[in-house]
């Protein structure tokens, strides 16, 4: 049996103002919110559908661990998204959730046999020019505490910014200056590493880190889109 090592995967994305894209109702300026899904299932490749009041959207197909689609734009509504393992095309899980008019959402799918699950995120909006903003979602099967350091520091420079953030839980949005910063993640209450990189944050963009487990791998990161 492998062991799970937990990972840190990089997503970006660069939010325009509310009224960009969409179908929505145009009268108000309103426009229907913009998705992303993400793999986050331990040693799987994945298919995933969408489904809003009107169709049924194919989003993944064959999909490896920390894969993201594109952000595309479902109806506003109780929206599913339904994931499937891609070599048997068994269903790992689906989740049914309100997606609201003029929202960006972030969705992972997580968990180990026996344990799936989904998390949805709701994104923030766009810092301020020369600010950046990052969130950190656990989607590992335990705890962790969140470290950062400044580009290259060691561990015992760094500070804890989060303290047990629990399995399935999201770390909210620090705004913090432009700039590469490294972060640390050990279990809840541990100093042992478990992972780290350094991620460089533009301005006038928000992350999120997600923490995650695949067997094999050490750190990865998405890349921006």
Known sequence: ???????????????????????????????????????????????????????????????AFGTSTVEFIPNNGD?????????????????????ELNHDYTVVGFGGAGARNVLIASDAASPLFGQTAFRVMNVSSGAVDVYQGDSGSTFAASTK???????????????????????????????????????????GKTYTLIVAENPGTVLFKINSF
Do not use: W
């Open 1 to 63: 049996m492998k062991k799970l090592k937990l990972s840190l995967l990089m997503l970006t994305v660069a939010l325009g103002a509310v009224g960009c894209g969409g179908a929505g109702d145009a009268l108000i300026g309103n426009k229907n919110p913009r998705v992303r899904v993400v793999n986050a299932f331990p040693g799987l490749s994945v298919n995933a559908s969408f489904t809003d009041n009107v169709m049924t959207q194919n989003v993944m197909a064959g999909s």
């Open 79 to 99: 929206d599913k998204v339904t994931f499937f393992d891609a070599a048997t095309a068994t269903e790992l899980v689906n989740k049914t959730s309100l997606y």
């Open 161 to 203: 910014i989060r303290d047990n953030l629990a399995s399935a839980a999201i770390f909210p949005y620090q705004t913090v200056a432009a700039g590469t910063i490294r972060v640390f993640i050990t279990g809840s209450n541990d100093t042992i590493v478990k992972a780290f990189d350094d991620f460089t944050l533009e301005s």
